[in-house]
């Protein structure tokens, strides 16, 4: 039951249910050492967030599907200090995974997983540390006339005045805007990764001071900003794809 649901999210511990659940509130996680541990069931939410994790220790999401007919899944709010997703599936309608301006200096370590929305995994809290190993990250903006505003993954300009620090290993970016960073970022290492666009593989606003790319691919239109401090590609292969039907690398000087 729902409600059932909500209240024992809230109270913390261990937390295992067996059936699927669909829900119309917010699921709220506050308690520190909170487990959401679906057993390969279902979340099926309506609510503008699905679940907020907010000043939490530590949370743990995993084994779990999530359906975001709202705006977002997993919402990271209010100095949550670690979030831990692991194998994970899902949906929302703008963000799936965002960490918020309001959450600084989160650990947040996503595992295994797929997942799909517009603006899909978004970082914005200053002093986040990231880590995406063996995830799928599709962003379907289908818009035509959005521009490159959305990407699988957005490193976000909401962060200035502090920094990000991620690894992301083993991932694959897709949509129409695989990778979106706008003037955030400490050392971004990414290792064994996709971005395929079929606009922009790679977007940098710039200000990042050390990015760092080894043995990643790289298809759509890549663009750099004339400020970047470092960027640095070890063993990377660009392809032609998406609507310019070549490779494309482009720089503003």
Known sequence: NEQEFIKAV???????????????????????????????????????????????????????????TGERAINIIQNTSKVNIENVTATAANYTVNVAGSSNN?????????????????????????????????????????????????????????SINGTFKNCKFTGKNALRYTYAGETVVFENCEFSGSTYGIHFDGGANDVIFRNCVFSGFNAFAGDLVKTTFNHCTFEHNGSYGHTNIWSVA
């Open 10 to 68: 809230a109270e913390g511990g261990i937390i295992t249910l067996q059936n699927d659940i669909t829900l119309t509130q917010i699921a709220v996680i506050t308690e520190g050492n909170t487990v959401l541990d679906r057993n390969g069931h279902t979340i099926t939410s309506s609510a503008q967030r699905a679940i907020n994790v907010s000043g939490a220790t530590e949370a743990t999401i995993k084994n779990l599907n999530i359906v975001a």
């Open 106 to 162: 989160t650990v947040v370590a996503i595992k295994e997983s797929t997942l799909n929305g517009l603006c899909t995994v978004n970082v914005a809290g200053a002093g986040a540390q990231v880590t995406l190993d063996g995830c799928t990250v599709n962003c379907n903006d289908n818009n035509t006339t959005a521009g490159e505003s959305y990407a699988a993954l957005s490193l976000n300009k909401d962060a200035v005045g502090g």
